[in-house]
């Protein structure tokens, strides 16, 4: 009996490894709940056994191909039509894999820093709009699992939620205000995929390729190889401080006492997720080349200290995302950087950053939302999102979708000097200029020695002629160039003015 039950046995487990190694598994976006971009075609990939049969049925089509040498298929579905209405997506091998409650409509790519990551219950509208979410079941969300790596990576993790009061808390708070916009205006389905990751530079978030293509960009590589040589004694440094930080936690907790410091900043090395590359490579490449309308970024504030390097390095990362998807140059729309002192709320590091952002509109299908009324001057993050996903979904809306909408503040367009003053026209004025607070605050002037003084502004039409006692000849012109600007201008849409200079000092 023995003989015969464990060849049995033998056998059963041959079987079993057999069945593992042969499953058909998708690529991880395709889930329950998920949302397929309709208007363009669906790509659905995924892996099995080189050679393996693999088809995939979904809203009445049906399309069969053989996975490669690799172990690596992919089907693309024709352009589908939106629709609200559950849908299976099967997925067959020598396995079926049936995924339910699949809907079709606007897919966007979320992505940044923590103010992107910034989640929905931590906002000042979370205790209305969280119950509030049960009314919008055709919004969905995947967060996608942090995650560094040297190289690209094929899978990752996140699963497809539905909006309801038990998960909205958790979404991106600026990608689900968004969402709500988007969808309410064209009523249908939206999906968010959510990838971002707080404290993080531009870099990490660039492809291999881009970060090769300039050669300005080698102050990047230059900056990590000396940071992966000092690892091993910072690494030291760095454990003897949490060492300590630890004693004095335990101390303040002994005597009853709060404890506030916050523990010792990990040094960059090999896994940081300051690697140069490394977040594209472990949460944009698993994604591509998901169907997806475009692309929203929050991210700037861990740059800002190097504004120079920003323009490069963002242009270099649309492109190579575009590239990465082979969409397209699919619509490209960020959030500027909110007012914020920044350790000083007169210096200008952020208005630099601001600039460079700005600069990047030279590219096709970018757009931006400026937030610098909105911030919070104390906290670099700002509790309001619901008006930073508006002020994105106006863009998206206007560019996007061709709705008539004002997608943009009042845009610097010009400046003459006439007599004392300087008279500064602008574009996108959408039905006039307006200074709520009745005082135009926000200009400077300067004269030849390049000296900026606070000036007198005032509105003329769509013009704003600015006036300052202190510089009687000025040559030059400024708006919200501070970190932490007082700006006042807006058009009669409500939106503000797009800080600017003049002159190129």
């Known amino acids: 009996?023995?003989?015969?039950?464990?060849?049995?046995?033998?056998?059963?487990?041959?079987?079993?490894?057999?069945?593992?190694?042969?499953?058909?598994?998708?690529?991880?976006?395709?889930?329950?709940?998920?949302?397929?971009?309709?208007?363009?075609?669906?790509?659905?990939?995924?892996?099995?056994?080189?050679?393996?049969?693999?088809?995939?049925?979904?809203?009445?089509?049906?399309?069969?191909?053989?996975?490669?040498?690799?172990?690596?298929?992919?089907?693309?579905?024709?352009?589908?039509?939106?629709?609200?209405?559950?849908?299976?997506?099967?997925?067959?091998?020598?396995?079926?894999?049936?995924?339910?409650?699949?809907?079709?409509?606007?897919?966007?790519?979320?992505?940044?820093?923590?103010?992107?990551?910034?989640?929905?219950?931590?906002?000042?509208?979370?205790?209305?709009?969280?119950?509030?979410?049960?009314?919008?079941?055709?919004?969905?969300?995947?967060?996608?699992?942090?995650?560094?790596?040297?190289?690209?990576?094929?899978?990752?993790?996140?699963?497809?939620?539905?909006?309801?009061?038990?998960?909205?808390?958790?979404?991106?708070?600026?990608?689900?205000?968004?969402?709500?916009?988007?969808?309410?205006?064209?009523?249908?389905?939206?999906?968010?995929?959510?990838?971002?990751?707080?404290?993080?530079?531009?870099?990490?978030?660039?492809?291999?390729?881009?970060?090769?293509?300039?050669?300005?960009?080698?102050?990047?590589?230059?900056?990590?190889?000396?940071?992966?040589?000092?690892?091993?004694?910072?690494?030291?440094?760095?454990?003897?401080?949490?060492?300590?930080?630890?004693?004095?936690?335990?101390?303040?907790?002994?005597?009853?006492?709060?404890?506030?410091?916050?523990?010792?900043?990990?040094?960059?090395?090999?896994?940081h997720h300051a690697t140069p590359g490394g977040l594209n490579n472990g949460m944009i490449a698993p994604l591509a080349p998901y169907a997806l309308r475009g692309a929203l970024w929050y991210q700037g504030e861990a740059n800002a200290e190097k504004a120079s390097e920003y323009h490069a390095l963002f242009s270099a990362l649309i492109t190579g995302w575009r590239s990465q998807f082979a969409q397209g140059d699919f619509p490209f729309y960020w959030a500027q950087l909110a007012n914020y002192k920044a350790n000083n709320a007169d210096a200008t590091p952020w208005a630099s950053l601001r600039e460079a952002q700005n600069r990047t509109l030279a590219l096709p299908g970018t757009g931006q939302a400026v937030i610098t009324d909105i911030g919070d001057y104390n906290d670099i993050h700002p509790r309001n999102k619901k008006d930073v996903g508006r002020r994105l979904a106006r863009i998206a809306l206007a560019r996007t979708y061709d709705k008539n909408l004002a997608a943009s503040g009042p845009v610097f367009a010009a400046a003459e000097q006439v007599g004392p003053s300087f008279r500064v026209r602008f574009t996108e004025v959408w039905g006039g200029l307006r200074a709520p607070l009745n005082t135009l605050s926000g200009f400077e002037l300067a004269g030849e020695d390049k000296v900026f003084k606070p000036a007198d502004a005032k509105i003329e039409k769509d013009t704003v002629l600015v006036t300052s006692a202190e510089v009687p000849d000025p040559v030059a012109v400024r708006y919200a160039w501070r970190n932490a600007p007082a700006a006042g201008l807006f058009n009669n849409e409500g939106l503000p003015a797009v800080p600017f200079r003049s002159d190129t000092w």
């Open 1 to 271: 009996m023995q003989a015969p039950r464990r060849f049995l046995v033998i056998l059963c487990a041959f079987a079993l490894l057999d069945a593992a190694r042969a499953a058909v598994v998708p690529a991880p976006l395709f889930t329950h709940n998920a949302v397929l971009q309709r208007g363009k075609p669906v790509p659905v990939w995924g892996t099995a056994d080189a050679g393996e049969k693999v088809s995939v049925a979904f809203a009445g089509q049906s399309l069969a191909t053989t996975a490669d040498a690799a172990g690596r298929w992919r089907i693309d579905l024709a352009p589908l039509p939106a629709s609200a209405t559950p849908a299976e997506l099967v997925i067959k091998g020598t396995n079926t894999i049936t995924l339910t409650n699949i809907l079709v409509g606007e897919v966007w790519l979320a992505s940044g820093q923590s103010n992107m990551e910034w989640a929905l219950k931590n906002t000042y509208d979370a205790s209305l709009d969280i119950p509030a979410s049960a009314r919008f079941p055709q919004i969905r969300h995947i967060q996608i699992a942090k995650k560094v790596s040297d190289s690209p990576l094929s899978k990752a993790s996140g699963t497809w939620n539905v909006a309801s009061p038990a998960t909205t808390g958790d979404f991106s708070a600026v990608a689900y205000y968004f969402a709500v916009d988007i969808h309410q205006f064209l009523n249908v389905p939206i999906g968010i995929i959510h990838s971002s990751w707080g404290g993080t530079r531009i870099e990490s978030w660039l492809t291999p390729d881009a970060l090769r293509s300039d050669p300005a960009f080698a102050t990047v590589a230059e900056g990590w190889t000396k940071a992966l040589a000092s690892y091993p004694d910072a690494k030291l440094k760095h454990d003897a401080a949490v060492t300590a930080w630890k004693a004095d936690q335990a101390a303040a907790k002994a005597a009853g006492q709060a404890f506030t410091k916050r523990a010792p900043y990990p040094p960059w090395g090999p896994g």
